[in-house]
């Protein structure tokens, strides 16, 4: 599993890549919390999460969407995902996952990702590797 952040025009640009998708989705994991500032977080308990879409583009985003859902409503911050398991289904695609996260503090100064976009976003197996990218709405 592979993971970066790329130069992009007032947003972030991710992009992850792994030899499945459960290790993709834990790069995209990785750098949305680089993104937010708690990739050197640990956390202090899980969340275990749902997501199902009606293919890979709209997992991906519905996926980011659900961590930045988690963040705001939960009041914590995403550092890493474990336990990942993305399927295909008859008619889509599933992930399920146990979302490791922090509980917010005063002393953490988080970067607000407002939403995924579906400008540039991909998800396509190549030269053996799944790959991953998306947009950060800053």
């Given at each position: ?77 995403v550092t890493d995902l474990h336990e990942v ?19 917010l503090d005063r002393a953490m100064n988080l ?10 976003m991909q998800t396509e197996f190549e030269d ?11």
């Amino acid at each position: 599993m592979n993971y970066e952040l790329q130069e992009h025009v007032g947003d972030a640009k991710i992009h992850s890549s792994g030899d499945n998708l459960a290790e993709a989705f834990t790069g995209v994991a990785r750098a949305f919390a680089e993104v937010c500032g708690t990739e050197t977080s640990t956390g202090d308990h899980t969340h275990t999460i749902e997501v199902e879409s009606e293919g890979l583009n709209p997992l991906l985003y519905d996926f980011l969407d659900r961590l930045i859902y988690l963040q705001d409503v939960d009041l914590v911050a995403v550092t890493d995902l474990h336990e990942v398991d993305v399927e295909d289904l008859e008619a889509g695609w599933r992930l399920d996952a146990d979302v490791e996260v922090k509980s917010l503090d005063r002393a953490m100064n988080l970067r607000d990702v407002k939403a995924p976009t579906y400008s540039e976003m991909q998800t396509e197996f190549e030269d053996g590797k799944w790959q991953l990218s998306a947009v950060l709405d800053l």
